[in-house]
């Protein structure tokens, strides 16, 4: 009989430290099935980021390195070209890689450095109590929005992938969700090409993942769930970008 | 190339002694007065199978060291003082990482923008930390362009035997300044490398690796800091360097380091010759503070005079190190202003008749 379900090598069997709903669970553990499926955990070394996916060393079972906030992709760059051989990825937050990193972000993409990004898109600041993100929705309240955001002096929700797939050396941008089964397969997917183009030396490749945070969202797990099916896609189409 | 001498600026020859002491990263970002050592980096380092990035930022220039760095490569950066401030982030992060890593910095007249001429006001900022958290770098302080070759060995060997980040802190005089350099031999330059099991190449064979500074457990921060702190000490203990100059018989000592070092052995030399008993203290690790030679002078009759191109830094560790037991007397100027030496050896008179 063929086995159809185990416990990827490539995550230990600790207890996170992320709240009931939370989407990095998931995240983490579709990253850790991917690099297993490629045979590649002696391989890799991953760059994790400041936000709640912070401690990401503590569950991945393979070289992992911390960098300061937002910095991820410019240390993830020195290792790729001090170690090409090896796969290297940044796990990123949308605080992380789209506002104190974005001039990190934008010029390794543009460098087109041969690394893999997730980009995980919850459209609030975890860690720190739920402010406001760049990719924080029109009226969505958060701790510093507390009347909703309010384009007109805060700012649009910022695109980032669809900013970095204009760049001519960003080779693969995708945004998946996992708001269902199905989703999540779809994410396993993008996840598994972002870094086979790693492999390939296709070059950068980036995954955002919208994803669930129903602490700072206000909402049980399966109504934050709901939320991203049929409020944040509206903003964040799903689907291949580049 | 042993035995020959080559006419090199101080910014090359930095950047030559880093490469032949093992470099093979290098990321900078343009800033006056060091754009030479970077131009140098971006020719050779390629040409050498080595990797140059140009950076987006000082910020994500001293990121991609720390990244280098993890991966267990010799990497550095270089920069001048508005730069460097910048990098303390990431300077602060690669001492709680116990990363390795060599910062250059060629120092220009502040605060803010400041100018580009050449100075010696970020002392502070070098000899105490710089960043956020309780930690030291290693200052080397090159006094002549073969010092700015000579002491990348030292840097980087260093570096990697205490697992820290050392700074280089030259100005902006030394950097451009041309004199002949003389090549350390091929045997020299290819030394085997400092192990690093430490270091992320994947974990084939062996647990994986982490590297980390966020410490939430209870007490675990505190220990990294013991830790820290212990290698600080032995640092301390082992690795104080200066060069002494006429102290035989002096009644004043004249205490100054890098460029401004220069300018006072020539006064040393034309004073003596004069009669003056004038002698030279020159520190080449400026942290750790080289208290040695003090130490040994506390209990003769001997004044100083701590000559910098600042408002007095240097002088409070030259205080702390006499414990205050002897006259110390300051003369500086800073915001691209260097002290003349006229100005200086009136102080010297001033001290020796005083």
Redesign the interface.
């Known amino acids: 009989m063929d086995k159809l379900y185990a416990y990827p090598r490539s995550l230990k069997k600790t207890p996170t430290h992320y709240c009931a709903g939370c989407g990095h669970g998931i995240c983490h553990r579709l990253v850790a099935e991917a690099v297993d499926e490629l045979a590649m955990?002696?391989?890799?070394?991953a760059?994790a980021p400041v936000g709640c996916a912070?401690?990401a060393?503590d569950y991945?079972?393979?070289?992992?390195?911390?960098?300061?906030h937002g910095?991820a992709l410019?240390?993830?760059?020195?290792?790729k070209?001090?170690?090409p051989e090896?796969i290297v990825f940044t796990y990123q937050g949308d605080g992380d890689l789209a506002a104190i990193g974005t001039?990190?972000t934008?010029?390794a993409a543009n460098?087109g450095e041969n690394l893999t990004v997730i980009f995980i898109n919850n459209a609030v600041y975890g860690m720190t109590g739920g402010q406001m993100a760049p990719t924080t929705l029109a009226g969505q309240k958060t701790a510093t929005t507390p009347l909703g955001r309010d384009v007109a002096s805060q700012g649009y929700p910022l695109k980032i992938s669809e900013l970095l797939a204009q760049l001519p050396a960003v080779k693969y941008v995708e945004r998946v969700s996992v708001f269902n089964p199905a989703e999540v397969f779809k994410a396993k997917k993008a996840i598994l090409s972002a870094f086979r183009n790693q492999i390939d030396g296709t070059g950068f490749s980036l995954v955002e993942v919208l994803s669930p945070c129903p602490t700072y969202w206000g909402k049980s797990p399966k109504a934050a769930m709901e939320w991203i099916r049929d409020t944040m896609v509206k903003e964040f189409p799903l689907g291949r970008i580049k | 190339m042993a035995g020959k001498r080559i006419l090199m600026a101080g910014n090359e020859a930095i950047a030559e002694g880093a490469i032949q002491a093992g470099l093979?990263?290098y990321?900078g970002y343009p800033i006056t007065p060091q754009n030479e050592l970077t131009a140098y980096m971006a020719a050779q380092m390629p040409a050498r199978g080595k990797?140059f990035?140009q950076?987006?930022?000082e910020?994500?220039?001293i990121?991609?060291?720390?990244?280098?760095s993890?991966?267990?490569?010799r990497?550095m950066t270089s920069s001048s003082s508005p730069g460097i401030s910048l990098k303390q982030?990431?300077i602060s992060?690669m001492a709680g990482?116990r990363l390795p890593g060599v910062i250059v910095n060629m120092m220009r007249g502040g605060p803010g923008l400041g100018n580009i001429a050449p100075s010696q006001s970020d002392y502070f900022q070098a000899t105490r930390g710089g960043g956020h958290g309780d930690y030291r770098t290693i200052v080397l302080a090159p006094g002549s362009v073969q010092e700015c070759y000579d002491l990348m060995f030292d840097a980087f060997d260093l570096a990697d035997w205490y697992r820290t980040p050392v700074m280089v802190l030259g100005d902006g005089m030394l950097g451009q300044m041309m004199e002949p350099v003389a090549f350390k031999p091929a045997s020299i330059q290819e030394k085997p490398p400092v192990p690093k099991p430490w270091a992320?190449?994947?974990?084939?064979?062996r647990q994986?690796?982490?590297?980390?500074?966020?410490l939430l457990k209870d007490g675990a921060l505190e220990a990294l800091n013991k830790e820290l702190q212990a290698t600080y000490a032995k640092i301390q203990k082992k690795e104080q360097r200066w060069e002494e100059y006429r102290l035989d018989g002096a009644r004043v000592i004249i205490v100054a380091y890098g460029i401004m070092a220069r300018v006072a052995k020539n006064i040393v030399t034309s004073m003596r010759a004069q009669g003056a008993r004038v002698g030279l203290i020159r520190p080449l690790t400026l942290w750790p503070f080289p208290v040695t030679p003090f130490a040994e002078k506390k209990k003769s009759v001997v004044k100083y005079l701590v000559v910098e191109m600042s408002y007095g830094q240097m002088v409070e560790d030259v205080k702390l190190a006499l414990e205050c037991r002897q006259p110390v007397r300051f003369f500086g100027r800073a915001g691209g202003a260097i002290p003349s030496e006229k100005e200086i050896v009136a102080q010297v008179k001033a001290l020796l008749h005083g």
């Open positions: 955990r002696e391989r890799v070394i760059v912070v401690l060393y991945w079972d393979f070289d992992v390195t911390e960098a300061a910095r410019a240390v993830a760059t020195a290792i070209r001090v170690r090896n001039n990190e934008i010029h460098r | 093979e990263f990321a990797v990035i950076a987006e930022s910020l994500a220039a990121n991609m060291v720390f990244g280098a993890a991966a267990g490569a990497a982030e990431g992060y990482c992320l190449t994947g974990a084939r064979g994986a690796n982490i590297i980390r500074s966020l």
